[in-house]
T-cell receptor, first 114, second 111 residues
Framework: AQSVTQPDIHITVSEGASLELRCNYSYGATPYLFWYVQSPGQGLQLLLKYFSGDTLVQGIKGFEAEFKRSQSSFNLRKPSVHWSDAAEYFCAVGASGGYNKLIFGAGTRLAVHP | NAGVTQTPKFRVLKTGQSMTLLCAQDMNHEYMYWYRQDPGMGLRLIHYSVGEGTTAKGEVPDGYNVSRLKKQNFLLGLESAAPSQTSVYFC??????????FGDGTRLSIL
């Protein structure tokens, strides 16, 4: 069965520190992979996506993610976190065919200390 | 360009009442989706539609019905609301091979 695991429910970092949010997936075929961010009371905003090609993808707001097929992982990174990055982050996997249905992880809530 | 618009933003219902949530998109997207978001569980797909007049069940369809009479609108109905349906509901839309665009959500409480 398809699934997405985000092992860290909560993460706290200091402003200016580096960040890595983990995502592991289980999917039988070639996956599409996404990271979304959700600010309180808001909808989900796409940070970045991986469909094919270069396994290191760049997104908005200075985020990047690396697809590692051997580890079934798609971890999100940022070299220097800003206070405005405090939010909840969701990893999602979708089918490379079909109707773009997504399976979401449970999310990681990021807090940023000044 | 409003994107994906959900109506209403908040609603409180009593157990057994019915209501309809409306999702409207102005991007001419073929695919539309309804999710529910519960603490610690991420988003779970309720129903989806791949075109006008078509609907299909997602991961958690029980207790919900949907309709897509017009391409731009996707309605989610609760015929007899239950406290277990207290949640935040998100609508999304997209075209084939592209990421989904999300609305801002509807917060629904059932007493």
């Amino acid at each position: 069965a398809q699934s997405v695991t985000q092992p860290d429910i909560h993460i706290t970092v200091s402003e200016g520190a580096s960040l890595e949010l983990r995502c592991n997936y289980s999917y039988g075929a070639t996956p599409y992979l996404f990271w979304y961010v959700q600010s309180p009371g808001q909808g989900l905003q796409l940070l970045l996506k991986y469909f094919s090609g270069d396994t290191l993808v760049q997104g908005i707001k200075g985020f990047e993610a690396e697809f590692k097929r051997s580890q079934s992982s798609f971890n999100l990174r940022k070299p220097s976190v800003h206070w405005s990055d405090a939010a909840e982050y969701f990893c999602a996997v979708g089918a490379s065919g079909g109707y773009n249905k997504l399976i979401f992880g449970a999310g990681t809530r990021l807090a940023v200390h000044p | 360009n409003a994107g994906v618009t959900q109506t209403p933003k908040f609603r409180v219902l009593k157990t057994g009442q019915s209501m309809t949530l409306l999702c409207a998109q102005d991007m001419n997207h073929e695919y539309m989706y309804w999710y529910r978001q519960d603490p610690g569980m991420g988003l779970r797909l309720i129903h989806y539609s791949v075109g006008e007049g078509t609907t299909a069940k997602g991961e958690v369809p029980d207790g919900y019905n949907v309709s897509r009479l017009k391409k731009q609108n996707f309605l989610l109905g609760l015929e007899s609301a239950a406290p277990s349906q207290t949640s935040v509901y998100f609508c999304a839309s997209t075209i084939r091979g592209q990421p989904q665009h999300f609305g801002d959500g509807t917060r629904l409480s059932i007493l």
